[in-house]
């Protein structure tokens, strides 16, 4: 049997499942507290976790049967289930791949990785902290997938020159961890890194009618990330060491790499404008224009300034994307509409009742950062979220905090090459093993949650966001 | 001549499996062919993962496709230079062959075309629930192949 056998018998498997279990929960009795509707939109959540976590149909693809079976088992109308598509967060998510796009096509993403690179890469502890940094500062204004694969053949590069040996280097197990963590990292602290992070947005304003400003986000979680970068590289150094001594062949190659680039070109400088342009419009007026309008307005502006062709977009974007985000909100406002939500908070009440509100929010923050490593960031958002808003219900702490603890937490991936494609993308070059990432992965995650714990429950109170 | 079939690849490299290799053929004065497999399946699947997962465009994964594969093979030819250098040492007859596809099936093609009297392969690190679920090409090319096949744990390198 091929693996491509395996693959065909693991998604069939998946697709039975995901079926036998919505009919079987569309076909159960309707318990008392609960609506009909909110029984369907259950086994249309239930399908959609079973093909999500097995992988069996492409995400996007998933999302839009959701939106379909909204309607078809009379969860929301079909006017409403649709409707969801034109989300503002979808079209701001749209706006930032454009940008990111924009980015990538003129080569600016790689000059200012470059630029990083060089500044740091002075010793080997300095040029393994260059790569998380750069990684992480990237994954700021670009998503985290893209910074990985930017920065692959980069350090690449690195390897080559300072003839590190797949997993025999030491070094070389803890500079590719770094390409991988440095973009996880830096993915969760803007709403540009991960688009989990306008998603949770998206179903908070969704469910209450609230927002989170640009500011307000990177203010709360910037300064975590920034700290994880730091722990990142301290736990690399102490967990694989260093084995090699100079690191001059390294900052030859970047410096050739850089020369090749040649001066910044017109192109790289207006992209760098209208970036900067658009991250001060968010921060100023975000608000009052809106995060979405501001995002597609920059995406036009692109184009009026001839700084990217329609066909580049095509080539640097995936428009499954729109189905994929507009599929996940529009589930999360079934359930919440349905009143689905409201009866998980009814039956969990007994089980959760007691527990001290921050307890339960590391109760969440644990789950999303545990079920990131199965499931796609996005997808454990799209579970999660609408099931902890129904069990704080009542509990008097703010869904701005659930946000918080559900979609940063649910970035966190750095055990497995599944967790996240940056995970997977340094996995596959081959320096390091499994049991690498999994054992320090491990160790880093249970920091990171400690870490995670101490800024909810003192950092967070002094921005007005808290249990 | 006998002929031991080494059977190789980015991420089924083992020591011990290329020392009990070259003890083999050494100890049955037989022919020595190592095979390099490049795995399509693994760059695929994470060029998949950036389209269907990243929502990234066909030319920032096809980028990255092509990095991921002048990386395999780069491997894939300095580990067969170590293979056929620690042979010349110890002065075993030995071929080198570096070739492209689904590991199972390169690797049974080459046992069909080499007959050799023994196999060694290495089993790709995995977690346990991931090699539960897929089961491991290296068992499967033992239940497939005519000849003895012996199965080294990988990732000791």
Redesign the interface.
């Given at each position: 049997m091929t693996r491509g056998d395996v693959l065909t018998r693991r998604k069939t498997l998946s697709i039975i499942i995901a079926f036998a279990v919505c009919v079987g929960i569309v076909l159960a009795p309707t318990p008392a507290e609960l609506t009909r509707e909110g029984q369907n939109a259950l086994a249309i959540f239930a399908l959609c976790f079973v093909l999500w976590v097995g992988n069996a149909l492409p995400l996007a693809v998933t999302s839009l049967f959701a939106i379909v079976l909204l309607p078809t088992l009379r969860v929301l109308p079909a006017s409403r289930s649709f409707e969801l598509f034109g989300s503002p967060v979808v079209f701001f998510i749209l706006g930032a791949f454009i940008l990111a796009a924009a980015l990538m096509r003129s080569g600016l993403s790689t000059r200012l990785a470059l630029a990083f690179l060089r500044r740091f890469g002075r010793s080997p502890r300095s040029l393994l902290a260059g790569v998380i940094f750069s990684g992480g500062f990237l994954a700021f204004w670009m998503p985290q997938h893209a910074v990985a694969a930017l920065l692959f053949p980069i350090v690449l590069e690195i390897a080559h020159a300072l003839d590190l040996k797949p997993v025999k280097s030491r070094y070389g197990r803890a500079l590719f961890l770094a390409l991988a963590w440095g973009a996880v990292i830096g993915g969760i602290a803007t709403f540009l890194g991960g688009a989990r992070n306008p998603l949770a947005l998206g179903i908070l304003s969704q469910h209450y009618d609230m927002s989170i400003t640009f500011v307000e986000w990177v203010v709360a979680v910037a300064p975590f990330s920034i700290i994880l970068m730091g722990c990142a590289h301290f736990l690399l150094l102490k967990g694989f060491g260093v084995d090699v001594e100079d690191v001059s062949r390294a900052r030859e190659v970047l410096n050739q790499k850089a020369k090749a680039l040649g001066p910044i070109s017109k192109r790289e400088k207006g992209v760098g404008i209208v970036m900067v342009l658009t991250i001060v419009a968010w921060i100023v007026s975000g608000q009052v224009v809106g995060l979405a309008s501001i995002s597609i307005l920059a995406a036009v502006a692109l184009f009026v300034f001839n700084l990217i062709e329609w066909k580049s977009v095509e080539e640097y974007v995936n428009w499954g994307v729109i189905f994929m985000y507009g599929g996940a909100i529009a589930i999360a406002t079934a359930l919440h509409e349905s009143g689905a939500t409201r009866w998980i908070a009814y039956v969990a009440e007994d089980r959760i009742a007691g527990l001290p509100p921050f307890w339960m929010l590391m109760v969440f923050a644990a789950a999303a950062t545990f079920l990131t490593e199965a499931i796609s960031n996005v997808a454990a958002v799209a579970l999660l979220l609408p099931i902890c808003f129904g069990l704080m219900e009542g509990s008097g702490v703010s869904p701005i905090s659930v946000v918080f603890v559900v979609a940063v937490p649910a970035g966190l991936a750095f055990s497995l090459p599944m967790g996240t494609p940056a995970n997977a993308i340094a996995y596959s070059a081959g320096y390091y093993r499994l049991r690498d990432s999994f054992v320090a992965g491990g160790i880093f995650k249970i920091v990171a949650l400690l870490l995670f714990a101490l800024v909810v429950k003192f950092y967070w109170p002094l921005l007005g966001v808290g249990t | 001549m006998n002929r031991v079939l080494l059977v190789l690849s980015?991420?089924r490299?083992s020591n011990s499996c290329v020392d009990g290799a070259l003890d083999a053929a050494e100890s049955e004065g037989a022919e020595l062919v190592v095979l390099f497999i490049l795995d399509t399946?693994?760059?695929r699947?994470?060029r998949e993962?950036?389209?269907?997962?990243?929502?990234?465009?066909?030319?920032?994964?096809g980028?990255?496709l092509l990095?991921?594969r002048r990386?395999?093979k780069?491997?894939g030819i300095n580990e067969l230079t170590e293979v056929a250098r620690a042979a010349e040492r110890r002065g075993i007859t030995h071929r080198t062959e570096l070739v492209e596809g689904?590991?199972?099936?390169r690797a049974l093609e080459a046992a069909q075309a080499e007959a050799p009297t023994v196999i060694f392969v290495a089993k790709r690190?995995?977690?346990a629930l991931s090699r539960l679920?897929?089961?491991s090409?290296a068992e499967?090319l033992k239940d497939a192949a005519t000849c003895d096949v012996k199965i080294h744990e990988g990732?000791d390198?």
């Open positions: - | 980015a991420s490299v399946v693994m760059p699947d994470v993962r950036m389209s269907h997962e990243g929502f990234l465009g066909e030319a920032p994964s980028r990255l990095s991921m990386e395999l780069r491997q689904e590991f199972l099936m690190e995995r977690a679920v897929s089961g090409r499967e990732g390198s």
